[in-house]
């Protein structure tokens, strides 16, 4: 079946580590997004590619990296320098020419101990 | 400024009760809207949308929502909640076209009581 596959799906990590959170796609999407979700707050984007090799910053890009060197791929990494990395993230896709219909991943939720 | 407000954080219905999930936007422009679920520790599903036509709009599991251009609104209902409903439901605001520009609201815990 096509879908997003997000991993780890639970990760901990002690400050000032980097992480990196894993998001692949076999719906053949161009364009894929990360979001964050703190409770009571919504989404919020972090990062999107609409295309490989290219990336734009979201709302709460700081702290935040990301690359697109495959089509199927999108991972994010997590950096020390995120004051406050504790939260749930979403990886989502689109196709091109539907706007706002975003396919998501199931989700990893990141504790720093 | 362009915003989506989603009103009631927690809704609680008993089974069989109507669902009532209230959104408004702010927009000078009209906005493609949507509505997504998000079961418990998982991503969010699209329930329904409404881009152009009919302001009426159906969705799956028995949901509907009805854009208001007077009102700014885009309630989702459904005549008879299912203890299967219970879920956070998001509202969902693309202003300016492209999918990067989708504005969340901050959501609405349903709850559904025997």
């Known amino acids: 079946d096509g879908g997003i596959t997000q991993s780890p799906k639970y990760l901990f990590r002690k400050e000032g580590q980097n992480v990196t959170l894993s998001c692949e796609q076999n719906?053949?999407?161009?364009?894929m997004y990360w979001y964050r979700q703190d409770p009571g707050q919504g989404l919020r984007l972090i990062y999107y590619?609409?295309?490989?090799?290219?990336?734009q910053k979201g709302d709460i890009a700081e702290g935040y990296s990301v690359s697109r060197e495959k089509k199927e791929s999108f991972p994010l990494t997590v950096t020390s320098a995120q004051k406050n990395p504790t939260a749930f993230y979403l990886c989502?896709?689109?196709?091109?020419?539907?706007?706002?219909?975003?396919?998501f991943g199931e989700g990893s939720r990141l504790t720093v101990l | 400024a362009q915003s989506v407000t989603q009103l009631g954080s927690h809704v609680s219905v008993s089974e069989g009760a109507l669902v009532l999930l209230r959104c408004n936007y702010s927009?000078?422009?009209?906005?493609?809207l949507f509505w997504y679920v998000q079961y418990p520790n998982q991503g969010l599903q699209l329930l329904l949308k409404?881009?152009?036509?009919?302001?009426l709009v159906k969705g799956i599991n028995g949901f509907e929502a009805e854009f208001k251009k007077s009102e700014t609104s885009f309630h989702l209902t459904k005549p008879s909640a299912h203890m299967s409903d219970a879920a956070e439901y998001f509202c969902?605001?693309?202003?300016?076209?492209?999918?990067?520009?989708?504005?969340f609201g901050k959501g609405t815990k349903l709850t559904v009581n025997p």
């Open positions: 969902a605001v693309s202003f300016q076209g492209g999918s990067e520009k989708l504005v």
């Open positions: 590619s609409q295309i490989v090799n290219d990336f």
């Open positions: 719906l053949n999407h161009d364009a």
């Open positions: 927009s000078s422009v009209p906005p493609y």
């Open positions: 409404y881009t152009t036509g009919a302001t």
């Open positions: 989502a896709s689109s196709n091109r020419g539907r706007t706002g219909e975003l396919f």
